[in-house]
């Protein structure tokens, strides 16, 4: 699988060689705020599978460094430096992610009611390490 996107101006682009290691969604205040909507919907790859190029601002949160265009503020991706992972924002895929399923629910204790789980995803109540889920 080879997959492409990038942000809204144009400035920073992306490649992602292979298939994710998961995909997610994520509810929590940080995610609902850093996306502007009710809801975080990512992908995770390793990083050796992602070319980036363009600049890119960075802003640090509970999960590690945000990553986003200084010049139209789209909001693309999110990496610890401890870590080997990358998180894409897959709203900034080329295409529609349709094909990319979600595989688990991050803090459903703040999803909105009026959102219904994801049907044959995993459900946690806070991160993915909790066991009450």
Not at 70 to 98: A, N, Q, V
């Amino acid at each position: 699988m080879k997959l492409s996107g990038g942000c809204n101006c144009g400035q920073v682009r992306y490649e992602l060689d292979g298939e994710p290691i998961r995909v997610g969604i994520c509810h929590c205040e940080t995610c609902r705020k850093e996306s502007g909507s009710a809801f975080s919907f990512f992908g995770i790859w390793p990083r050796a599978s992602a070319t980036l190029s363009g600049e890119l601002g960075c802003w640090q949160s509970r999960a590690g460094g945000d990553r986003f265009c200084p010049k139209c503020g789209s909001s693309l991706f999110c990496w610890s430096d401890d870590s080997d992972e990358i998180e894409i924002k897959l709203g900034t895929l080329d295409g529609p992610p349709s094909a990319l399923m979600p595989g688990y629910e991050l803090w459903t204790i703040r999803r909105e009611p009026w959102l219904a789980h994801q049907t044959g995803a995993e459900q946690h109540m806070r991160d993915r390490q909790d066991s009450d889920g």
